[in-house]
């Protein structure tokens, strides 16, 4: 999974987050991603990032990570480490990462309220 992409949708989160944790994960994120880095054991966590792209401007990378940067915020959760990178810092906070799987896609999705706008297939944002 070298630099993948996730779909974004507006809205509320489905559950209470925690105070002190910028990102929240439900269940079907955490079995997904212990499946994805059970395959990875040099890695130490899933990294969380935001570059430009797509026609609203923002899409949210997902990596593998051996080395937390020193400006990486670090979310712990049922065993499961994330990095979220200090640029994606402002744009993740108080996001639901869910992983959700149909007959035709699977896919990781972040449920984030301060979202403005997003594009037609949802994986880029404006803030």
Known sequence: MSAATARVVKGATTRLRSLRS????????????????????????????VKQKGCSGLTYTLDY????????????????????????????????????????????VFRNPNIKGTCGCGESFSI
């Open 65 to 108: 990570a051996k080395e937390k940067a020193k400006l990486d915020e670090e979310v712990v959760q049922d065993g499961i480490r994330i990095w979220i990178d200090n640029k994606a810092q402002l744009s993740i906070l108080g996001s639901e990462m869910d992983f959700i799987s149909d007959k035709l896609s699977s896919e990781f």
């Open 22 to 49: 910028p990102l929240t994960l439900t269940p079907n994120a955490i079995g997904r991603i212990k499946i994805l880095m059970e395959k990875q054991p040099e890695c130490k966590a899933l990294k969380i990032g």
